[in-house]
């Protein structure tokens, strides 16, 4: 089964509230990987965090590893119309990059 | 560069068909995969590859074949076409691994009959 969970599934907020998503996994990951796919379209890297504790800006987006290297979080802050689309986590184990079942996004204009 | 190119876009069948999905990258990448995406499953490891000559089984391998006989080419192959195996599948490419960034063709969308 998942062994990357990642919640909510579906987040839906009004144009320039947040937004967060959390990713847990059953072990320590060597690295995070994060990516966003638009409506119709297909996975596209967003950013990569290695270390413990580490925390990394893409303008309004935040993420941060954790210390254990187990859980991770994207936070938008003041959502745009443009941020709609399903995030994933993802999480490199012995040759294989497990996915999180990813959160959606909608967001009201 | 045209990255990965996944073949065809679209593509209906009746289940018992058999089916081959092609991926093609330009990166000289080594590793690429095959991940199909289901609605609240998020993307699903089906079979990766770390080179030429050299496929291993992901998360949900059962009723699909692969082979890797050149760097650029990695077809996915379904024998049996099932109504379960609907769904959008995704080629993926990476130069260093898994751990490593990877990069996505457009998808193709499957419905079996």
């Known amino acids: 089964g998942q062994q990357v969970m990642q919640i909510p599934q579906y987040q839906h907020v009004q144009e320039g509230e947040d937004f967060t998503t959390y990713c847990n996994s059953s072990?320590?990951?060597?690295?995070i990987q994060w990516y966003k796919q638009r409506p119709g379209g297909h996975p596209v890297f967003l950013i990569q965090?290695?270390?413990?504790?580490e925390v990394k800006k893409q303008k309004r987006l935040t993420f941060q590893f954790g210390e254990a290297k187990k859980n991770s979080s994207l936070h938008i802050t003041a959502t745009q119309t443009t941020d709609v689309g399903t995030y994933f986590c993802?999480?490199?184990?012995?040759?294989?990059?497990?996915f999180g079942q990813g959160t959606t996004l909608q967001v009201k204009p | 560069n045209a990255g990965v190119t996944q073949t065809p876009k679209f593509q209906v069948l009746k289940t018992g068909q058999s089916m081959t999905l092609q991926c093609a990258q330009d990166?000289?990448?080594?590793?690429m995969s095959w991940y199909r995406q289901d609605p609240g499953m998020g993307l699903r490891l089906i079979h990766y590859?770390?080179?030429?000559?050299?496929?291993d089984q992901g998360e949900v391998p059962n009723g699909y074949n692969v082979s890797r006989s050149t760097t650029e080419d990695f077809p996915l192959r379904l024998l049996s076409a099932a109504p379960s195996q609907t769904s959008v599948y995704f080629c993926?490419?990476?130069?260093?691994?898994?751990?490593?960034?990877?990069?996505f063709g457009d998808g193709t969308r499957l419905s079996i009959l």
């Open positions: 990166m000289n990448h080594e590793y």
């Open positions: 590859s770390v080179g030429a000559g050299i496929t």
């Open positions: 993926a490419s990476s130069y260093g691994g898994e751990a490593q960034p990877q990069h």
């Open positions: 072990t320590t990951l060597s690295n």
């Open positions: 965090l290695v270390k413990s504790g």
């Open positions: 993802a999480g490199p184990r012995t040759g294989k990059l497990i």
